[in-house]
């Protein structure tokens, strides 16, 4: 069974730091690009960061480049994402999710990540 499950959500005051990690299990890790993304009340589920798990090659939307860092450990089958100098805006339900073709579908088109974990939920308060 293919299972994705982050976590490390929670609240935290504006400029603080969260790691959200998410667990893997149930497919090839290596051959597996993962992607967070996260979704605000209202708002549309828009990209964060993507990992390609083959090579290491990373991906940051604009709005946390120099302040969220994507990681993966391989052995473990765990993805990181280190999130520093949090705003309220980063407010939102974070999700990870798998794709085969490198962070294709992550810089694309999120509907065609294969799997999806169930979220964790980060607060920023101001």
């Known amino acids: 069974e293919v299972q994705l499950v982050e976590s490390g959500g929670g609240l935290v005051q504006a400029g603080g730091s969260l790691r959200l990690s998410c667990a893997a299990s149930?497919?090839?890790?290596?051959?597996?690009?993962i992607g967070w993304f996260r979704q605000a009340p209202g708002k549309e589920r828009e990209g964060v960061s993507c990992v390609r798990n083959n090579d290491g090659v990373t991906y940051y939307a604009d709005s946390v480049k120099g302040r969220f860092t994507i990681s993966s450990d391989n052995a473990k089958k765990m993805v990181y994402l280190q999130m520093n100098s949090l705003m309220p805006e980063d407010t939102a339900v974070y999700y990870c999710?798998?794709?085969?073709?490198?962070?294709?579908?992550?810089?694309?088109?999120?509907?065609?990540?294969?799997?999806w974990g169930k979220g964790t939920l980060v607060t920023v308060s101001s």
């Open positions: 999710a798998a794709e085969t073709f490198g962070c294709y579908y992550y810089t694309t088109n999120y509907h065609g990540m294969a799997y």
């Open positions: 149930g497919f090839t890790f290596d051959d597996y690009a």
